[in-house]
């Protein structure tokens, strides 16, 4: 099970992104490999906003017709929100934000330990980051 976060959506969508070549040829090898990916529907919304302010409506449709399907999407709840909101009050760092401390909860939580990912704060908080 591979957590997919934001910034390798990014990386993937945007051709500008430095990441784009190695997010694009991980994702199409992992996708003909049936691999099982995850995300969180805070993630989407994230992810569907960043897109939109950054590169239109017809990535955000990109988006969500191509690139959501073969994930499952778990949704946040109240009490993996408050967990998340004390991960981020302790940690107390300016960078590090309540998107990225609901993933490291629900990761933890679900027994997950690869990451898709391009944000250093997932390493930093021991797991396994991907390409």
């Not at 990441?19 to 992992?30: D, E, N, P, Y």
């Not at 590169?55 to 993996?80: F, K, Q, R, S, Y």
């Not at 967990?83 to 960078?95: D, E, G, K, P, S």
């Not at 609901?102 to 908080?125: K, N, P």
Request: negative net charge; charged residues 15%; aromatic residues 10%.
């Amino acid at each position: 099970m591979i957590f997919v976060d934001t910034s390798a959506f990014l990386a993937i969508l945007n051709r500008g992104d430095r990441f784009h070549i190695s997010a694009g040829a991980a994702w199409r090898t992992w996708l003909t490999q049936d691999a099982q990916f995850i995300t969180s529907n805070y993630i989407v919304l994230e992810t569907t906003a960043l897109v939109q302010h950054r590169l239109g409506v017809d990535a955000v449709a990109t988006l969500h017709e191509d690139m959501l399907g073969p994930l499952h999407i778990e949704w946040i709840d109240v009490d993996m929100h408050n967990l998340a909101v004390n991960v981020l009050l302790t940690h107390r760092q300016r960078q590090l934000s309540l998107v990225d401390c609901t993933s490291f909860a629900l990761m933890r939580h679900l027994g997950i330990r690869q990451v898709f990912t391009f944000d250093r704060h997932f390493a930093e908080q021991g797991f396994t980051c991907l390409p």
